[in-house]
């Protein structure tokens, strides 16, 4: 069974502060997501990573998937209130199965004005 | 351009009735995908059904769930004889191709609480 272990999991910082958000596993995806999920609301998808070592900027944040393909790290600078939310990692393993995503727990972000 | 589109947004069932979720996917898609949420967890792979088939059902409990996705009409998950333990949120997602490249949008979730 692969699991994905996503840290801290709150995390309660001022406007303008930055952060960084992880998700670890021990088995290898061939690809992996990144969501933000507000409440009562479905995933968002923020960002697909592909390449072991891949960095994407979108905005404010940036993604990065580990060389071994089996983390990723989330970075906000100068987080804002509207950044608030559940943000979920998810991988594929893409053996025949890579529409099967398979979630971690999330780490739920507030950011206070 | 209306997105996934599940109902009801929340459900509440006694024990031992039949629940029934329902989901409309973004239009052009035939690729259906159903998740559940419990509290304190992660979202959970059910089942992956394209129109009239089911392609992957290995996240599903054998008893009691059932999926389809006709040729006309919405995608229905179906819960028979609920129990307190399947209180969860149930979201639906679709796309146009299968695959984690291909975008697979997600809807509001079914909130069901069995009582």
């Known amino acids: 069974t692969q699991l994905l272990e996503q840290s801290p999991q709150f995390l309660s910082i001022q406007e303008g502060e930055n952060l960084t958000v992880y998700c670890n596993s021990s088995s290898v995806f061939s690809s992996l997501q990144w969501y933000r999920q507000e409440p009562g609301e479905g995933p968002v998808l923020l960002v697909t990573v592909v390449t072991g070592g891949e960095v994407k900027k979108l905005k404010r944040l940036t993604f990065q998937f580990g060389d071994a393909r089996k983390d990723s790290s989330l970075h906000i600078t100068a987080a804002q209130p509207g950044d608030t939310g559940l943000y979920l990692c998810?991988?594929?393993?893409?053996?025949?199965?890579?529409?099967?995503?398979?979630f971690g727990k999330g780490t739920l972000l507030t950011v206070n004005p | 351009n209306a997105g996934v589109m599940q109902n009801p947004r929340h459900l509440v069932r006694r024990r031992g009735q039949e629940a029934r979720l329902r989901c409309s996917p973004m239009k052009g898609h035939s690729h259906v995908y159903w998740y559940r949420q419990l509290p304190e967890e992660g979202l959970k792979f059910m089942v992956y059904?394209?129109?009239?088939?089911?392609?992957?059902e290995s996240g599903m409990p054998k008893e009691r769930f059932s999926a389809e996705f006709p040729k006309e009409g919405p995608s229905i998950l179906r819960i028979q004889q609920v129990v307190r333990g399947d209180s969860a949120a149930y979201f639906c997602?679709?796309?146009?191709?299968?695959?984690?490249?291909?975008?697979?949008?997600f809807g509001q979730g079914t909130r069901l609480t069995v009582v």
């Open positions: 059904l394209q129109k009239e088939n089911i392609i992957d």
């Open positions: 998810a991988g594929a393993n893409g053996e025949g199965s890579n529409y099967k995503l398979t």
């Open positions: 997602a679709s796309s146009s191709l299968p695959g984690v490249n291909t975008e697979a949008f």
